[in-house]
């Protein structure tokens, strides 16, 4: 299993522990600011369904922003996102390579991190599905 290696104070920790960790705060807050929660989740729904631009290329989108953001639980939301939707890993890389245009250093810090999400998020949906890849997955839902 890859796992994050960013540097919080603690030993190198799965992606999947990362997105899992901001789950209880967030629902905290959650409960205390209802109204601002639904509106993101209505703007989240909205600016990533599948339109003109399809939902996987929007996640890639997302992905290359989140490391332009430098946000790891951003990063490990849409790799999973990306992995869950089919991304192969030379989309997830040639995305990456734009953020690295875009953003210079940071980018070649929190590009590979992106990548190792992916990996990790895209190995785990491939043993849940038994193999199956994760396109053929994607077209075979309901």
């Not at 989240?44 to 290329?57: E, F, N, R």
């Not at 245009?101 to 190995?123: C, H, I, N, Q, S």
Request: hydrophobic share 45%; charged share 20%.
């Amino acid at each position: 299993m890859t796992t994050c290696t960013c540097n919080h104070g603690a030993a190198a920790r799965p992606w999947a522990e990362i997105q899992r960790e901001g789950r209880r705060p967030g629902a905290e807050l959650r409960r205390l600011i209802p109204e601002v929660y639904e509106g993101f989740a209505d703007l989240h729904a909205a600016a990533l369904s599948p339109g003109v631009i399809d939902g996987k290329t929007k996640e890639l989108m997302a992905l290359a922003l989140a490391v332009a953001a430098q946000c790891d639980g951003c990063i490990a939301a849409h790799a999973w996102a990306t992995a869950r939707l089919g991304a192969t890993e030379a989309e997830v890389a040639e995305t990456l390579g734009v953020v690295i245009l875009m953003t210079g250093g940071p980018g070649t810090v929190y590009g590979p991190r992106a990548l190792t999400a992916f990996r990790e998020f895209a190995d785990d949906l491939q043993k849940v599905s038994g193999g199956i890849p994760a396109p053929a997955r994607v077209a075979s839902a309901p």
